[in-house]
């Protein structure tokens, strides 16, 4: 900032941008065109989810196309603004290509709980929320491990067969008990939670693994936490998988990890095939380190190649073809689940269950809403009344705001500082952080228990190469935001969707409003609200110096704005 008098004169327009603001969510872009949102259901989907989108109020269009093809896919999903499906649909980066030549996706809904088919990195860079429902299949699953585990210590699907070839073989398939046994569950998801309950029941030793939840967690459902992988497979029995497939999980199970484990060591898989290297497993039945395997996922399915064939004709593994989430009752949840979430979110923009974003509760969107709001108008306000090239972006919660879900306040910030500028291309709060590392702009985000005058505060600076620029903000009980803070000037200035604003930095001489007041009059510019501040001698700067805020009806001209700074 200069500081002579009129040094510094910016136009605020709060949502004169292409993007939207948090308060109407991406989805909602949808809503500007004349024709109905429209949903594509790609994978079977229960008859209950499919009649709650078709006879929500917000009037979908939806279409069911079963077993189409990749080409098909493609030729038809830039008619849609959400993708419903389940585990057959692949969801590549090439379908939200050619989603983005037409309506682009805003969600895609996984009706399950595994995304792997998914294109996670394609779906965030094109803005679309990703959400899936994993409560509605944790029973089944659950259920599933157990059955896999009860069938897996007596043998119960050879013994059936054998007996009807007619055979009588009871001693051939002597048993172990459960009781007393450690079981290792790796993954304290809902599925993992719910497996140790049941293990519990049968007064097994509980052991786990998952490094995103506290000792709490692990303490609440009488699980040893392990602070590792080889501790839990060191530990183990029986060992039950119940983890996402990504670059870290991938061959967890390894010809390196089963030698770690415990001889005669039992292995069950309802999660994800690529979660065990098969040669490996193959290798550990033969040699007996490995007395048995219950799998219900394959890494390619149906299974074709050598090794999984392989296993799968293994005395000493029972397999099922994929049917941890096969029950009436879980498909139903599952449908109905995601149904509402998408239905939700193209609604409202609150992401429930998102996997590539931060989900807030529903109960929690409504009171989030506003806040949400203040970040992305601060973000878009700093923007506009900073100078050089952004580096550094610092989001900092005092108070009530930001105690709890601030993550998704740092992200909104990030959406309102790259929506600023015509450049930033779609910005989405989905896409934001992502843009922002393409950009070079870090991000730092912190809570804060120092006391200010208000119950909450949420302050934003922005770093350039020419300096800092900062403001801050909060939401009273209107839910309307407010700037309270323009550098470390007090101010209090509503900021109302759609206003443009004057923002003026000036030494603190008399007749500076009045000059501004006559150069708008000249320019037929109407001032529908002035808000004033005053900072102390600042010898550094040249202080005294003040800021005003002028709310106008109209943006100025560049021909007047040279007036204006003239």
């Not at 994929?322 to 992401?351: M, N, P």
């Not at 409003?513 to 900072?535: M, S």
């Amino acid at each position: 900032f200069l500081f002579s008098p009129f040094s510094f004169l910016a136009v605020s327009s709060m949502v004169k941008r292409k993007s939207t603001s948090s308060a109407a969510s991406p989805a909602q872009r949808a809503k500007t065109s004349a024709t109905p949102t429209k949903i594509l259901i790609s994978d079977k989907l229960a008859d209950a989810g499919v009649n709650l989108l078709k006879e929500d109020t917000a009037g979908f269009t939806v279409d069911v196309r079963l077993n189409m093809k990749p080409a098909e896919l493609l030729a038809c999903i830039g008619e849609y603004d959400a993708l419903i499906v389940r585990s057959g649909t692949q969801v590549t980066a090439e379908v939200f290509q050619a989603a983005a030549k037409g309506r682009g996706l805003k969600a895609v809904g996984r009706a399950g709980t595994g995304v792997d088919n998914i294109d996670l990195k394609a779906a965030t860079s094109a803005g679309c929320v990703v959400m899936n429902a994993p409560g509605g299949n944790a029973l089944a699953a659950a259920e599933h491990t157990c059955a896999l585990l009860f069938s897996l210590t007596r043998h119960l699907a050879q013994a059936n067969q054998t007996l009807r070839e007619g055979k009588w073989e009871r001693k051939a398939f002597m048993g172990v008990e459960l009781a007393g046994k450690t079981l290792g569950i790796a993954g304290l998801g809902r599925i993992g939670r719910e497996v140790a309950r049941r293990a519990l029941a049968c007064r097994m030793n509980l052991v786990g693994y998952d490094p995103y939840l506290p000792q709490a967690a692990f303490d609440a459902n009488s699980v040893e936490k392990c602070e590792t992988l080889a501790d839990l497979f060191s530990k183990s029995d029986f060992i039950t998988l119940h983890m996402p497939l990504t670059d870290e999980t991938a061959n967890m199970v390894s010809e390196e990890t089963i030698k770690l484990m415990k001889p005669n060591v039992r292995i069950i898989n309802c999660a994800r095939g690529g979660l065990i290297d098969g040669q490996a497993l193959l290798d550990g039945l033969k040699s007996g380190k490995v007395a048995g395997a219950a799998i219900d996922v394959f890494e390619v399915e149906p299974p074709k190649d050598d090794v999984s064939r392989a296993i799968i004709e293994h005395p000493r593994v029972l397999t099922t073809p994929h049917l941890g989430a096969s029950t009436k009752e879980a498909q139903d949840r599952c449908g109905v689940e995601i149904a509402g979430k998408v239905s939700e979110f193209l609604k409202s923009g609150a992401a429930q269950d998102s996997v590539n974003y931060p989900s807030i509760p529903a109960d929690k969107h409504k009171e989030m809403e506003p806040v949400m709001r203040l970040a992305e108008t601060l973000g878009r306000f700093v923007a506009s009344i900073a100078e050089g090239s952004p580096n550094v972006l610092s989001v900092r919660c005092f108070g009530d705001i930001g105690a709890s879900f601030r993550s998704p306040l740092a992200i909104a910030v990030v959406k309102g500082v790259l929506s600023a500028h015509t450049d930033a291309g779609l910005c989405e709060l989905v896409n934001a952080m992502a843009m922002a590392e393409e950009r070079g702009l870090a991000v730092e985000d912190s809570h804060s228990s120092e006391k200010t005058a208000y119950a909450g505060l949420l302050r934003v600076r922005l770093s350039t190469d020419v300096g800092t620029f900062s403001v801050a903000g909060t939401v009273f009980a209107s839910n309307t935001p407010r700037l309270v803070e323009l550098e470390t000037v007090a101010i209090d200035c509503e900021l109302e969707r759609g206003a443009v604003m004057l923002v003026n930095r000036n030494k603190d001489v008399p007749g500076v409003v009045g000059k501004v007041g006559t150069a708008l009059g000249t320019g037929r510019i109407n001032i529908l609200g002035l808000q004033l501040g005053r900072q102390s001698v600042d010898k550094s700067k040249g202080g005294p110096y003040a800021v005003s805020i002028v709310r106008v009806d109209k943006e100025p001209t560049k021909a007047e704005l040279a007036t204006l700074l003239a």
